[in-house]
Structures are given as structure tokens and as C-alpha cells.
């Protein structure tokens, strides 16, 4: 075990990996031997700066063995290629996937790092040809990378998100494939536009993921959850919050312990209880 967000005001939370997988997820691991409920997400569902994230009350409110395979900085890309990882969701009684944003991917206009699937490695020669004027040795984060396209060309944006959107779909569909029984999707949607300032293209979680693309998915997951919530900066729940202090910025971004009830009390209508 180590610890994850160092720093001062930093929340002891402790990472475990599971069945041989390099991606770290939230601990304390839990055992695999009896049947168990697996949630496959991103930093949501591992709960960054939340003392108690959903995982964690729906294992209390159910009594089953509940498996936080929440990854703070990975994506679909990240899971595709931990063989070890997906072994495990797919072997739960019941499996939830939190749907991922769709930025978060390598595609024939950029490469992002196979497990910290945030970071922006490098551009391809077609995004570099797309926008020639673009120094993209300014960009370490997809998000900013994609952020500052949208602004400076839009037309070429256009054409990256439309790549991004379809091989987010492959993707997808190739994960689901690994699961002998259908899967629950989460889609966890929320708005990080701060206050007084217009919306960005992806402002909106997660990113770049359409109504048309989960319903597209639909046919291949047990149910699908949908839940629109407000970041912890909108619900003023900073201060319930634990994080470091150069850390305030990504908390406010992120949703806090209300919304991570409202998702609990949510897939109750899903996970049932032990008798």
C-alpha cells in the first residue's frame, strides 16, 4: 500500500492494485474469493477528496463485497490495456462501468500515456497538419490541449472530436465485449463551468460524450443509470472535503459527498442487498 495526494491537508487515502494490474486503485483492496460487485470508473468513482466515496456506501447500504476498480487518471484506453484489470470487473457477480469521457484516448490525431490516459504525449502528424500554427510542446493535459484547439481553431476541433467520439465508441463497445453478462453504465454528468464564465466544449462530464453514443452502448448493458449532479464548488461542500492545499482548484471540479450519496442511494435501484 502507499498513499495517494501527498501534500498538507492531504487526505490519507491508500491505492491497491488487484490480480496483477498496474493500474492503482482505491484501497482497502477488497477480497475476490467470495462473489463480489466491481465498479470500473475514473476519479469519481475512486472519490478523490471524499472520505467516503459511493463505492464504499453502497458495499454498507447492500452488504455485498463492493470492489472500488476506480482509476483517478485513467479512461477507456487504460483499462483496454490491463488485461489483468478487466479480468477482475468481469469476473464480479455484477459489474458498473463509469462511463469515461471521450477525450481521454489515443486517436489518429494524438497520443495519450496508456495508463495516465490524461496526459498528452504527442501530436500525430494529421493534428499537426490540421493546425500548423499550434506549438503543442506547450500542452502536458489532454483537457488543455483540447481546450485551447477549440479556441484557436474551431474547424479543426470539429474534426478531432468527431475522431475522438468514434473511437470512444469502438472502444467501448470492445470493453463490454469482455463481459460475460451485460454490465450496469453509469453515466455520472456534470457541468465544471465556473461562475460568470461561458461554457467550454469540455466543460461538460464526460467530456464530449453524447446522448446518441450511450444509447448506442444500450443494447449491450443490463441498465444504464443516469444522474446529473453538481460539482462540490456548486454545492458548497468544499470545506466537507479533504485535499491538499494546491489542490483546491481540482476538488472544486470534482463532485463532492453529496453527489457521491446521490449516486449510492441511485444504484440501490440496481445492486440489491443481501438477504
Given at each position: 500500500m502507499s498513499f495517494e495526494f501527498p501534500g498538507a491537508m492531504s487526505p490519507e487515502v491508500?491505492?491497491?492494485?488487484?490480480?496483477?494490474?498496474?493500474?492503482?486503485?482505491?484501497?482497502?483492496?477488497?477480497?475476490?474469493?467470495a462473489p463480489y460487485v466491481a465498479i470500473l470508473g475514473g476519479v469519481e468513482t475512486f472519490g478523490r477528496f471524499v472520505q467516503t466515496p459511493f463505492v464504499e456506501q453502497l458495499e454498507r447500504d447492500t452488504g455485498r463485497i463492493c470492489v472500488n476498480l476506480g482509476t483517478a487518471n485513467a479512461g477507456v484506453d487504460a483499462w483496454l490495456g490491463d488485461a489483468a484489470l478487466v479480468r477482475v470487473a468481469a469476473a464480479a457477480e455484477m459489474a458498473l462501468?463509469?462511463?469515461?469521457?471521450?477525450?481521454?484516448?489515443?486517436?489518429p490525431f494524438y497520443r495519450v500515456h496508456p495508463r495516465r490516459n490524461d496526459r498528452f504525449l504527442e501530436p500525430l502528424p494529421a493534428l499537426r497538419a490540421l493546425c500548423p500554427g499550434v506549438d503543442f510542446t506547450e500542452f502536458t493535459?489532454?483537457?488543455?490541449?483540447l481546450t485551447a484547439l477549440a479556441a484557436t481553431s474551431p474547424e479543426g476541433f470539429a474534426e478531432v472530436r468527431a475522431a475522438l467520439q468514434s473511437a470512444w465508441t469502438a472502444r467501448m463497445e470492445e470493453l463490454l465485449g469482455h463481459f460475460p453478462r451485460p454490465p450496469v453504465l453509469l453515466w455520472l454528468r456534470y457541468d465544471t463551468t465556473p461562475v460568470n464564465r461561458a461554457p467550454s466544449p469540455l466543460s461538460q462530464h464526460p467530456a464530449l460524450v453524447g446522448a446518441e453514443m450511450v444509447e448506442g452502448l444500450r443494447p449491450r448493458?443490463?441498465?444504464?443509470?443516469?444522474?446529473?449532479?453538481?460539482?462540490?464548488?456548486?454545492?458548497?461542500?468544499?470545506?466537507?472535503?479533504r485535499f491538499g492545499a494546491m489542490q483546491a482548484p481540482a476538488a472544486a471540479q470534482t463532485i463532492g459527498p453529496s453527489a457521491h450519496r446521490q449516486v449510492a442511494q441511485a444504484l440501490l435501484g440496481v445492486v440489491p442487498a443481501l438477504e
Amino acid at each position: 500500500m502507499s498513499f495517494e495526494f501527498p501534500g498538507a491537508m492531504s487526505p490519507e487515502v491508500t491505492y491497491c492494485q488487484y490480480g496483477g494490474s498496474r493500474l492503482k486503485c482505491r484501497g482497502p483492496a477488497r477480497g475476490l474469493d467470495a462473489p463480489y460487485v466491481a465498479i470500473l470508473g475514473g476519479v469519481e468513482t475512486f472519490g478523490r477528496f471524499v472520505q467516503t466515496p459511493f463505492v464504499e456506501q453502497l458495499e454498507r447500504d447492500t452488504g455485498r463485497i463492493c470492489v472500488n476498480l476506480g482509476t483517478a487518471n485513467a479512461g477507456v484506453d487504460a483499462w483496454l490495456g490491463d488485461a489483468a484489470l478487466v479480468r477482475v470487473a468481469a469476473a464480479a457477480e455484477m459489474a458498473l462501468i463509469q462511463l469515461p469521457g471521450a477525450q481521454m484516448l489515443s486517436n489518429p490525431f494524438y497520443r495519450v500515456h496508456p495508463r495516465r490516459n490524461d496526459r498528452f504525449l504527442e501530436p500525430l502528424p494529421a493534428l499537426r497538419a490540421l493546425c500548423p500554427g499550434v506549438d503543442f510542446t506547450e500542452f502536458t493535459f489532454v483537457n488543455h490541449m483540447l481546450t485551447a484547439l477549440a479556441a484557436t481553431s474551431p474547424e479543426g476541433f470539429a474534426e478531432v472530436r468527431a475522431a475522438l467520439q468514434s473511437a470512444w465508441t469502438a472502444r467501448m463497445e470492445e470493453l463490454l465485449g469482455h463481459f460475460p453478462r451485460p454490465p450496469v453504465l453509469l453515466w455520472l454528468r456534470y457541468d465544471t463551468t465556473p461562475v460568470n464564465r461561458a461554457p467550454s466544449p469540455l466543460s461538460q462530464h464526460p467530456a464530449l460524450v453524447g446522448a446518441e453514443m450511450v444509447e448506442g452502448l444500450r443494447p449491450r448493458a443490463a441498465h444504464v443509470v443516469a444522474l446529473d449532479l453538481a460539482t462540490a464548488s456548486a454545492a458548497h461542500e468544499l470545506k466537507r472535503m479533504r485535499f491538499g492545499a494546491m489542490q483546491a482548484p481540482a476538488a472544486a471540479q470534482t463532485i463532492g459527498p453529496s453527489a457521491h450519496r446521490q449516486v449510492a442511494q441511485a444504484l440501490l435501484g440496481v445492486v440489491p442487498a443481501l438477504e
